[in-house]
Nanobody, 122 residues
Framework: EQVVESGGGLVQAGGSLRLSCTAS????????MGWFRQAPGKEREWVAA????????TYADSVKGRFTIYRDNAKNTLYLQMNSLTPEDTAMYYC????????????????WGQGTQVTVSS
């Protein structure tokens, strides 16, 4: 795969996790990127996205104020800081990279990771 997620795990409600997305063959600062999630039996849901220039950052209403998407270009890594987690945040989380921000927001970008599982217990 071109991008690889990590950082998932089991956390109690109210806790925090930080997910990472990195790549060995892509320079992620050249790409618009997004985080998505999919819970069992549910459709994949967009969570957050940022364009390659970091001038546009958007969040789903369900995570706004709790989650933060940001990059560390020196580490070639995209992060998703997740605070105040609830059981409704339980899902497989995926990273997506594409040169087009529109494609990332539409979930039709070029490079998907395999996902990292986040489980929030009540």
């Amino acid at each position: 795969e071109q991008v690889v997620e990590s950082g998932g795990g089991l956390v109690q409600a109210g806790g925090s996790l930080r997910l990472s997305c990195t790549a060995s063959e892509l320079t992620l600062s050249d790409y618009s990127m997004g985080w998505f999630r999919q819970a069992p039996g549910k459709e994949r849901e967009w969570v957050a996205a940022t364009d390659w220039r970091n001038t546009t950052t958007t969040y789903a209403d369900s995570v706004k104020g709790r989650f933060t998407i940001y990059r560390d270009n020196a580490k070639n890594t995209l992060y998703l800081q997740m605070n105040s987690l609830t059981p409704e945040d339980t899902a497989m989380y995926y990273c997506l990279a594409d040169r087009s921000y529109i494609k990332v927001r539409a979930a039709v970008g070029a490079y998907w990771g395999q996902g990292t599982q986040v489980t929030v217990s009540s």
